[in-house]
């Protein structure tokens, strides 16, 4: 059995390069945004090289969010298939997850274990943790055991935890990401995933200060304080 902690990777998505006098630029999101936003304005003549995030800084600001459904971002996550379950209920966003119908994990490529996520509620040395090492591992045993006796992946993972290790990709506008933030980044949601989500939204925030600017200072904020108390 194998012991993983949670990850996270982002990529930003922008529109294909735009053909100008010197030969293809490649926009960024805010630029994109910028682009379609200044539509409602009839201001497209004031783009300029530097005009954009200026330019979604002040949509953000008068609370003109349906302009920010025009950016994208995809992160790829892997953590336990019970943050997975919470992270599925958002609705404006496409997934692609781990699928425990086709993924064998008796098989070589997984080397004929199952991976289990780390709980930081759950400390190293405890009792506690004791009765949830035994706990995977009985999962384990009894998931092999199935596939050894010819039951097929798709009914076999019904003996697999929630805390099984998955990974999803999740692809969402970036108004959609400020709601997924606002809604797991907030100290009562759970650990797991309001730490996977301080982890985006401090990356969001460095690579798009005009739209996140806010979000990282009311949650990131107080993380890094209580870090230093």
């Known amino acids: 059995m194998n012991i993983v902690k949670p990850t996270i990777e982002v990529t930003f998505w922008v529109p294909e390069a735009e053909q100008v006098e010197e030969g293809f630029y490649q926009p960024s999101v805010e630029e994109s945004i910028e682009k379609a936003a200044r539509t409602c304005y009839k201001s ?3 783009i300029t090289a530097g005009s954009a995030e200026k330019f979604v800084r002040m949509v953000r600001e008068r609370g003109h969010y349906a302009m920010l459904e025009f950016g994208w971002a995809t992160a790829k996550i892997t953590a336990d298939r019970g943050l997975t379950h919470e992270l599925v209920r958002h609705r404006l966003a ?3 997850q781990e699928s425990t119908r086709y993924c064998n994990y008796s098989k070589g490529k997984f080397q004929s274990e199952i991976t289990v996520v780390e709980q930081p509620g759950i400390p190293s040395g405890t009792p506690q943790r004791m009765v949830w090492l035994d706990a995977m591992a009985a999962a384990e045993k009894s998931y092999l ?3 050894e006796l010819g039951v ?3 009914e076999a993972r019904s003996v697999l935890p929630i805390g ?3 990974e999803i990709t ?8 400020r709601h997924i933030f606002e809604m797991r980044c907030a100290p009562a949601a759970h650990p797991i995933i309001r730490g996977v989500m301080l982890g985006a939204l401090r990356l969001f925030s460095e690579r798009m200060p ?3 600017e806010d979000l990282a200072e009311k949650y990131l904020h107080d993380v890094q304080r209580s870090e230093t108390v």
């Open 44 to 46: 497209e003549s004031k």
């Open 94 to 96: 496409s997934f692609a």
């Open 145 to 147: 055991q199935l596939i």
């Open 152 to 154: 097929s992946p798709q």
């Open 164 to 166: 099984l290790k998955t």
């Open 170 to 177: 999740i692809g969402a506008n970036t108004r959609e990401w």
């Open 210 to 212: 005009s739209l996140y």
